[in-house]
């Protein structure tokens, strides 16, 4: 595979990965869907299990999803930049502390949401279990699988 199908594959990972955060955009499926392109078009061993892999982790993800309550986060006063800084927050914390620091990025993203609209400690901690009690649980499942399948693509084909 060439450079700019790397390219073209690694862009559309991260439509997926924006994805998650927008409702209504099949995120994770984006996210798999660049996974399977590239590994139908490298088709090494190390791609086949990587896409196995990155199925087995979408499933898994869905099986969470489906046990954790609906999301309800507009009723809940969650703002589109919220989502920005839940998510920036949980990619930053997945390339510092590999892989786990996603989970406080994200609720740290969506404390310095509410922190900076906010303005006090005491509200934006009551904002961010609200946004978690009301789909946050759910969002942030969702994304940690696509940080796991994109960090586990850009693995192989950067040390594969």
Do not use: K
Not at 33 to 55: F, K, M, R
Not at 65 to 92: D, F, K, N
Not at 130 to 137: I, L, S
């Amino acid at each position: 595979m060439g450079v700019w199908e790397l390219l073209l594959v690694g862009v559309v990972m991260l439509l997926g990965l924006s994805g998650v955060l927008v409702p209504g955009v099949p995120g994770s499926w984006l996210v798999w869907a660049a996974v399977a392109w590239w590994a139908l078009e490298d088709q090494s061993g190390l791609s086949w299990v990587v896409l196995v892999s990155a199925t087995g982790v979408l499933l898994l993800s869905l099986a969470v999803r489906w046990q954790l309550p609906p999301r309800r986060l507009r009723e809940s006063g969650a703002t589109p930049r919220m989502g920005v800084y839940a998510g920036l927050g949980a990619l930053i914390g997945f390339v510092v502390v590999p892989v786990l620091g996603a989970i406080p990025g994200f609720v740290g993203g969506i404390y310095l949401s509410e922190r900076l609209r906010l303005g006090s400690h005491r509200a934006a901690r009551a904002a961010v279990r609200t946004a978690m009690r009301a789909g946050g649980w759910s969002v942030l499942t969702e994304l940690f699988a696509c940080l796991l399948i994109a960090g586990a693509w850009s693995g192989a084909v950067i040390w594969g």
